[in-house]
Every structure is written in C-alpha cells, then in structure tokens.
C-alpha cells in the first residue's frame, strides 16, 4: 500500500499560470481533503471531499478549485497563479467524514509561483 | 475557523529529557489527534484519542483527552534524536461537520546531543 500519493512534489510557476496537483489513496477512503501549510499558520483546509461526486469549500477556497475524479483521486487546480499561493500543499483522506476522524497525509507538493 | 491553541511554540532540549506540550481550545472536541511531521515530509499519525479521560501511550508518547474535552496534552519520554520534527495537535469539534479536522500551528521540537 502507497497510502496517499502527491505529484510532483517541487514545482516553480510564474504568476499568472495555471496548474494542477494530483493526488491519490489506495486506502479504499471516502473522504479526501486538500490543505496549505505556511509557515507559522499550521494546516489550512483548501477543499475537501466528504465522498465521491461531491465537493465543499474548507477555510482558504480562493483560487482554487478541485475535482473528484474517482474514489480513489482528488485534484487541485490552480487557474491563475498568484505568489500568495506559494506553499506546501498536502492531500489527505479518511475513512469517512462522519466516523473515525484520523486523517492520512501525502508527502505534500512544494509549490513557488514567482 | 476555530482555535487551537498549541504551545510552546518551540522547545529546545537535550537528549534524555522528557517533553510535554499540550493544545487548548474554548471549544468542546469530541476526538484529538497528534501527528509528527519530518522536514520535508506529510504529518504522519502519532496517537488518536476519542473519549473525555483516555490516556493512550504509544511506545515513549502518551497522550490524553481532557476531562473536559477542551485540551489535550502530549508527552514523550526520554527524547532522543529521531523526535526533532513539528508536532500537531487536530481535534473533531463536537457537532462538526465533514470538512473534519482543525489544525494547532505546531511545537518545534529541537533536541541538542
């Protein structure tokens, strides 16, 4: 079992271009959960997926927009860069939003955008 | 959203000490979480704990949900080198909703040989 994969991991963009973060679980979860972390803030909540075919706005939606692609994939894209955007995003999933709440993180995506 | 309140914010202590941080909040959770986070890594689960009074170890951690669901705290004994990472602590908020957990901003551990 991979867990919760994150691709790429590093990826430098210009203000102004778009691009999207992949993420995987091969843990049979429901929920899947989108979040930047910057330093001094914690963890944020982008986006998250309480089960497949649906999507809801977490604490920091702006800019941002997501798919569930499947069960098994949750992507975040970004359509315009801005480098207030710069940050370590991380995917995670869960069992299911309403039962155990323990969260399964990815290896994250270092993102600057210049 | 809803606070955590983690601290210390940072700890600078040497091989062999135990640790103890903690999280508060004015808000009542109904689950607490700690994980570890590596430098350039994804937090990783440490302890999971669900009811008001648990205390769960795992290996040097112990951890507890407090008796009146608004803290908990996290220790480790005997620190040794491999413990330096970021510490968070996430609760559920009773009566929350999907969108899960809320995150403290993290204990700095530091460990000097």
């Known amino acids: 079992n991979a867990g919760v994969t994150q691709t790429p991991k590093f990826q430098v963009l210009k203000t102004g271009q778009s691009m999207t973060l992949q993420c995987a679980q091969d843990?049979?979860?429901?929920?899947m959960y989108w979040y930047r972390q910057d330093p001094g803030m914690g963890l944020r909540l982008i986006y998250y997926?309480?089960?497949?075919?649906?999507?809801d706005k977490g604490e920091v939606p702006n800019g941002y927009n997501v798919s569930r692609l499947n069960k098994r994939e949750f992507s975040l894209r970004l359509e315009s860069a801005a480098p207030s955007q710069t940050s370590v995003y991380f995917c995670a999933s869960s069992v299911l939003a309403g039962g155990p709440h323990e969260q399964f993180f990815g290896p994250g995506t270092r993102l600057t955008v210049l | 959203g809803q606070q955590l309140n983690q601290s210390p914010q940072s700890m600078f202590i040497q091989e062999g000490e135990d640790v103890s941080m903690n999280c508060t909040s004015s808000s009542i959770f109904n689950t607490w979480l700690w994980y570890k986070q590596d430098p350039g890594e994804g937090p990783v689960l440490l302890i999971a704990l669900y009811k008001a009074g648990e205390l769960t170890s795992n290996g040097r951690l112990t951890a507890q949900f407090g008796i009146t669901r608004k803290d908990s705290f996290l220790n480790i004994s005997a620190s040794i080198p491999s413990d330096v990472g970021i510490y968070f602590c996430?609760?559920?908020?009773?009566?929350?909703?999907?969108?899960?957990?809320?995150f403290g901003k993290g204990t700095h551990l530091i460990i000097q040989p």
């Open positions: 996430a609760g559920q908020l009773a009566g929350g909703g999907a969108d899960g957990l809320t």
């Open positions: 843990m049979n979860h429901n929920s």
């Open positions: 997926s309480a089960s497949e075919g649906t999507t």
